[in-house]
Structures are given as structure tokens and as C-alpha cells.
């Protein structure tokens, strides 16, 4: 949970609290000088346990959680189970203003989920001593809106948007046809390629956002080991790593 600086500048009150010792949630009943209409309403203090709580309200708390402390959560356990060769996808939904792109990038001074995955990826194949294990590591990104799917790499300016057509493989399930894959060697390419992505998103007004974006997006990195064993065998091992923005509807299998 993340506060937003218009929430401070008007005096909100806080009505969520998160203990990270028991992962329990409590929605606390505001004030009722804080209740719109007439009769305030009789509520409740609501109470829900997650496998995971992160409450980030005021950095002097000792329930602080930071990105690191989300990142030791949640990314260091996926990345395992990426280079194992296994899929992994991480979901941010919620309202707009709620936090998910704060998550999931961060800023320059305190990164989020992708910064960090990629820092640790990048810094994994580079301590690799294996010399007969090769690695390589592409981006993609795409939006749907509107029913729709685009690339937003795809390097075309103006004219018609070219729309792309989900596919379905009888060995590797739904795809989505010629979608632009880009290969990357570090951190600093990948974020190049989200940045020029996010540049491609479509955005609109809301009540609370003047640029919100109004697409679900799905960033995705892709990791391919290829080992050759003294048998002279070759094992190949291929992990997608899915960041789901807002999306509502997965199309695309995990």
C-alpha cells in the first residue's frame, strides 16, 4: 500500500492497517465526520490475512515495508524457479493511484519489482563459471485495449496501428502472433525498451489520474539457457517472466 501526495496535502485519514508478523489486513470505519450523506453509517472493522502484507504508509514505522523487502518477498524466489526453467508471472491490479506501477518500476532512487529482477538476472549470468552453459535474454511488450492487442515496441510511427492476432499452438498454447521479441545484454537495454513502451501506451484522463493508462499491459522477459553436456548432449532450457499491468483477463498463459 502506497499514499499518494495528494492524500497528504488534503489531511486524509488512514483506514488501512497491515501487520507483517501475522500478514493480517484491517480496514478500520472512518470517522464520521469524514461519511458524506446524512446518518453516518454503523461499520465495522473489517480484518483479512494474506500470504503476504507490504504496508507502506510512513517510512518511520517498524512495519515499513520497502521495494527491497517486497523484492526478498517475492522476486529472489521467482528468479530461482525462472533459471530452473519454469514460467513465472507477478499480477499488479487495483485502482488507479493504488500503487501498481510504483511496484513494479519504482523510481531511480528506490527501484521496483522489474529493476530489481533485472539487476539480479543480469548479475546471475554474469557470475555464471560454466563455460559450457550460454544464456540469452529478450524483452517483449504489448497492450490490450479496447479488445485489442498491440505491440508497444513495435518501432512504426504514425499511419495505421498494426494490430496483432492471438494464436493458439498445440505445444506451447496461446500466443500472440508476431509479436516483436528484442534481445537485451543489461539492465540499461531493458529499461530502454520499457520506457519506449510505456512512451507507446494509451493513456487518458480519469478523476484521479490527468494521464492514466488505460490499457492493460503485459511486459515479459524471456531467459534461454542453452547447456552442452560431456555426452555431447544440448539441454535447453526456456522461462518467460510475465509483469501484468491492470490486466483483468489473462490472455496469454503463464
Wanted: net charge negative.
Amino acid at each position: 500500500m502506497r499514499v499518494r501526495v495528494a492524500e497528504y496535502e488534503r489531511d486524509a485519514v488512514n483506514l488501512i492497517e497491515m501487520d507483517p508478523k501475522t500478514q493480517e489486513t484491517h480496514l478500520i470505519p472512518p470517522p464520521p465526520s469524514a461519511q458524506k450523506g446524512g446518518r453516518a453509517k454503523v461499520l465495522e472493522r473489517k480484518t483479512f490475512i494474506f500470504d503476504n502484507s507490504f504496508w507502506s504508509i510512513d517510512p518511520d514505522s517498524p512495519n515499513y515495508a520497502d521495494q527491497a523487502d517486497i523484492y526478498d518477498a517475492l522476486g529472489h524466489e521467482f528468479l530461482d524457479h525462472n533459471f530452473q526453467g519454469y514460467h513465472t508471472c507477478i499480477f499488479a491490479y487495483g485502482q488507479t493511484g493504488a500503487g501498481k506501477s510504483y511496484s513494479m518500476m519504482g523510481t531511480p532512487h528506490n527501484p521496483g519489482l522489474i529493476p530489481r529482477t533485472c539487476h539480479d538476472l543480469f548479475e546471475r549470468i554474469q557470475s555464471n563459471d560454466n563455460p559450457n552453459v550460454t544464456f540469452t535474454v529478450r524483452v517483449s511488450y504489448f497492450e490490450v485495449y479496447n479488445e485489442q492487442v498491440r505491440d508497444l515496441l513495435d518501432p512504426r510511427r504514425g499511419g495505421a496501428i498494426n494490430y496483432l492476432r492471438v494464436r493458439e499452438s498445440p505445444a506451447d498454447g496461446p500466443y500472440i502472433k508476431d509479436l516483436i521479441e528484442v534481445p537485451v545484454r543489461n539492465i540499461k537495454e531493458v529499461l530502454g525498451w520499457m520506457k519506449r513502451g510505456d512512451q507507446n501506451r494509451t493513456v487518458a484522463c480519469t478523476n484521479m489520474n490527468d494521464t492514466s493508462s488505460r490499457s492493460h499491459a503485459v511486459f515479459t522477459l524471456i531467459l534461454k539457457q542453452i547447456e552442452c553436456t560431456e555426452n555431447d548432449e544440448t539441454i535447453e532450457r526456456l522461462a518467460r517472466i510475465r509483469y501484468l499491468l491492470r490486466l483483468k483477463i489473462i490472455l496469454i498463459g503463464c
